[in-house]
């Protein structure tokens, strides 16, 4: 199977059952956005849920929830006013706009590291011309944030920005959280929620969307700390990635950011890479960003963001640990590391290996036949595993196709109902990956689907 068709089938599946729709798609979508359905939205919210219990569910960090809309001279702290940028070019024929170092990378340029004049050169120098073999036009900085206005007049006073990114919410709430939960340094501010960037084009499904979740954890620390927290983070993450989601360890890898291609922040930055369908991408950040944020927004706002440290009587300015990752780019990871087809008995079964944590169905409960009380034993053990877990039931079609069914949506475990069932009070539990069958008292259902989700590692791992 070649990587073009893993994303076209597993974009197909998405939309066949229920995972990710196209936005608006009866007006014709609109590019870069993406509906989530009740697969989806499940599965979406499993990974933004472990995220969150792994990084707040601890002493030293604490969840807020801040605004999309800020205050637009928060931006002007930031930095992205002026250098929130994607190099981009236009087709003089088409006037279709790209961005310049994808059209150089795929003509095989590394752009690395290089400025707008350096790409600019690298033009000319390979020839570039557009995906359709037209002229281009000259290269120029392109600002990713989406402009609105606040209240009803729409002059220059009124322009705020739809946030790209959540950290600032949490940089200029960083006093208020560290006096009202009485946090010593180092701790750290965790977010979930939308941000919004004009990509100047989006493509590979939920990888490159204009409007995406994220989740980001700033840990500040001591002056001095920084190195012994970026190490002690990235292997968090990493483990988290790995065991968190399920992800196969040969579909990872790290990528550390050279001098030039550090953001204006950072002082030190490492991706976790996925390799895709279509190649290797940046899945997380962890970013060392001393300082610049907290510094920036001292002297853009004139207030104080130091903290006081009570054993030296000193006030100091925190340095900060990033991680940083999208809650959709993850969710599409987590589909594409579990999608997976093979040979059963002369027979091809499509397969959705999910992290059982995270699968969007945990279990779905099936009569072998609509007759002989089965039926109503089934909906006795669902209605107890539905406060618990999120549960399917099916009764209909042959219990091979109902299998299959489930084994598409990643349903970890099938519990099906038979005669013995009748006689005893046990029911056949059937494992995905392996698809053994063990026979199991009705009873003790819950606990034993618990017990497995927690030995769950991903067949590759
Ligand atoms: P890229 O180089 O892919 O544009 P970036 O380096 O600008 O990403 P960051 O600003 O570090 O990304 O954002 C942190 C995380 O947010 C990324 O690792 C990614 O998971 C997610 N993210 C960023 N942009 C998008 C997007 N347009 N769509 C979906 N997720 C995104």
Redesign the pocket.
């Known amino acids: 199977m070649s990587d073009g068709d893993v994303m076209e089938k597993l974009v197909s599946l998405c939309k066949r059952k229920g995972f990710v729709f196209q936005s608006s798609e009866i007006y014709g979508g609109l590019n870069?956005c993406w509906d989530y359905g009740p697969l989806g939205v499940e599965l979406l919210r499993n990974v933004k849920e472990a995220w969150w219990r792994s990084m707040t569910y601890r002493e030293d960090v604490e969840g807020i929830d801040a605004a999309i809309l800020m205050h637009p001279r928060t931006w002007e702290a930031s930095g992205h006013v002026e250098g929130f940028t994607d190099p981009m070019v236009e087709d003089r024929k088409t006037n279709e706009r790209f961005r310049l170092d994808h059209l150089l990378e795929e003509a095989g340029v590394d752009c690395t590291g290089l400025g707008l004049e350096e790409m600019t050169a690298k033009m000319a120098e390979v020839g570039l011309k557009s995906p359709k073999g037209n002229e281009l036009g000259e290269a120029r900085h392109f600002n990713l944030m989406f402009k609105t206005h606040v209240g009803p007049v729409e002059d220059s006073a009124s322009v705020v920005y739809l946030r790209p990114?959540t950290a600032q919410g949490i940089f200029v709430n960083f006093l208020n959280v560290q006096q009202a939960m009485r946090q010593k340094l180092p701790f750290g501010i965790a977010q979930i929620g939308k941000?919004f960037?004009n990509?100047i084009n989006?493509k590979n499904f939920?990888?490159?969307?204009?409007e995406?979740e994220?989740m980001?954890m700033q840990y500040f620390v001591a002056p001095g700390e920084e190195e012994r927290w970026l190490d002690y983070w990235k292997e968090q993450r990493w483990t988290w990635i790995t065991e968190g989601l399920g992800i196969a360890e040969s579909r990872l890898r790290w990528r550390e950011h050279g001098g030039g291609e550090l953001?204006h922040y950072a002082r030190a930055a490492f991706?976790i890479q996925f390799e895709f369908p279509f190649g290797w991408?940046?899945?997380?950040?962890i970013?060392h960003r001393g300082q610049y944020d907290l510094g920036r927004h001292e002297e853009y706002s004139g207030k104080q963001l130091k903290y006081f440290d009570d054993q030296s009587r000193q006030k100091v300015l925190p340095a900060v640990i990033e991680t940083?990752?999208?809650a959709?780019?993850?969710t599409m990871m987590v589909l594409t590391n579990a999608y997976a087809e093979e040979e059963v008995r002369g027979d091809r079964r499509t397969v959705m290996r999910f992290h059982p944590r995270i699968a969007p169905l945990k279990a779905a409960i099936l009569p072998l036949v609509k007759r002989d009380g089965m039926p109503e034993i089934a909906r006795r053990l669902e209605a107890e595993l539905r406060p618990h877990l999120r549960v399917a039931y099916d009764e209909g079609g042959a219990i091979g196709r109902r299998y299959r069914r489930m084994d598409e949506v990643g349903t970890p475990f099938c519990i099906t109902v038979d005669s013995d069932t009748l006689q005893d009070g046990t029911v056949t539990l059937r494992e995905r990956d392996s698809m053994e069958q063990d026979r199991v008292p009705g009873s003790d259902l819950l606990a034993e689907i618990r017990r497995r989700m927690d030995l769950w590692r991903h067949p590759e791992s």
């Open positions: 870069g990114e941000a960037r990509e989006t939920l990888f490159r969307t204009r995406f994220q980001e953001a991706d991408d940046e899945m997380e950040g970013h940083s990752a999208g959709s780019r993850q």
